[in-house]
């Protein structure tokens, strides 16, 4: 492993990525809002391209809102086979690079291209050279010594833009930072952590670590050294995920099964929507509900099935709930575990 000096990690971030490619392969549509996904009014939406965003359409809006927001709004159905090729063969162009590629979804991942000699700034812009003239479509990147700023860095020259922080300078690059722009840093976190007037990665550094270990735990330690700019995460390699999920921890705890089932079919339409973009090909084994209760006793129940059953879902509910001893509810989950892993693996889920 490098020291993190010498990593250079690369994230790229392909530029409305479905839309893009809806208006490559039909050019009538460019310079129109357009946006991807649901096929009905009760879908979401998947994409929205840059013009239908000026209007306030964002992904996982549903098409009924996207419409209000934006009458001229065109709606285009999904057509995942022709995103994952493009995808496969944007995948290719890393590997002449590297084989450190990490993928996060169809439409970006992490690369290290540490062992590599020419600078990550010239690496990444070969890249997006490469993906424009291979397949007609536009990427972001971020270049730094970590994950964590390239992430964030890929989405300051968006769209077609790139932007590195070299290593002297991670510090800085995080010091005016809001806090909600670190991923992972949720609303509920960051209304929790600016009601005590912290708002910037800088602010939150002036506060010891061992006073946020105090307010905040363990996640109070992992946010102070995220805020001066220090993740050691590696870029691991395609490892296929053994299961996909969805909690909410609520403000308030749920008293009655009728509000966890309300709370409950919101979440599964997400569940829905990040499985057919994060896991179109995977076959799923089971499904998962998961409840903490407010004296923090957790508890799952799990059936096979191979499809998102809403029946099977809310019997799961029923069934996790029922060991409640009238306790109400802090958390929900609902998740699928996968097929397809060789047995050592299915030994270590459970």
Not at 31 to 45: D, E, F, M, T, W
Not at 83 to 93: A, G, N, P
Not at 170 to 189: E, N, Q, R, Y
Not at 209 to 214: D, G, L, S, T, Y
Request: net charge neutral.
């Amino acid at each position: 492993m490098h020291h993190s000096q010498h990593r250079k990690i690369i994230h790229i971030d392909m530029d409305c990525f479905y839309a893009a490619i809806e208006e490559r392969d039909d050019p009538s549509l460019r310079g129109k809002p357009v946006g991807v996904g649901g096929s009905s009014r009760r879908g979401v939406l998947t994409t929205a391209n840059y013009e239908a965003r000026k209007f306030g359409c964002h992904s996982a809006m549903p098409v009924f809102m996207a419409l209000e927001k934006c009458p001229d709004i065109i709606i285009v159905p999904t057509r995942f086979d022709v995103y994952k090729r493009d995808s496969q063969h944007i995948r290719e162009i890393f590997s002449r690079f590297t084989d450190l590629i990490e993928p996060l979804s169809l439409d970006e991942a992490f690369l290290d291209v540490s062992h590599n000699p020419e600078p990550g700034t010239i690496i990444a812009s070969r890249i997006r050279q490469l993906i424009r003239e291979e397949t007609g479509l536009t990427a972001s990147a971020g270049i730094s010594p970590n994950k964590l700023i390239s992430k964030i860095a890929s989405d300051w020259k968006k769209p077609d833009g790139q932007f590195t922080v070299a290593p002297a300078r991670t510090a800085d690059f995080m010091h005016d930072l809001p806090l909600k722009k670190i991923p992972g840093v949720g609303g509920k976190m960051s209304e929790k952590i600016s009601s005590l007037g912290v708002e910037t990665c800088g602010q939150y550094r002036r506060i010891d670590k061992f006073e946020w270990v105090r307010r905040l735990g363990g996640y109070g330690a992992d946010l102070w050294e995220r805020c001066w700019g220090r993740d050691e995460r590696p870029v691991t390699p395609d490892s296929p995920r053994k299961s996909l999920s969805i909690e909410n921890t609520f403000p308030e705890n749920l008293h009655t099964i009728e509000v966890l089932q309300r709370e409950m079919k919101l979440m599964l339409d997400e569940l829905e929507e990040k499985l057919t973009t994060r896991a179109q090909d995977r076959q799923i084994r089971s499904l998962v509900v998961k409840l903490k209760f407010s004296d923090f006793r957790r508890t799952t129940a799990e059936r096979a099935n191979p499809t998102v059953d809403r029946d099977i879902f809310t019997e799961l509910l029923r069934e996790a709930n029922t060991r409640s001893e009238e306790k109400p509810a802090r958390l929900l989950g609902v998740g699928v575990r996968f097929h397809d892993l060789s047995d050592t693996e299915q030994m270590e889920l459970f």
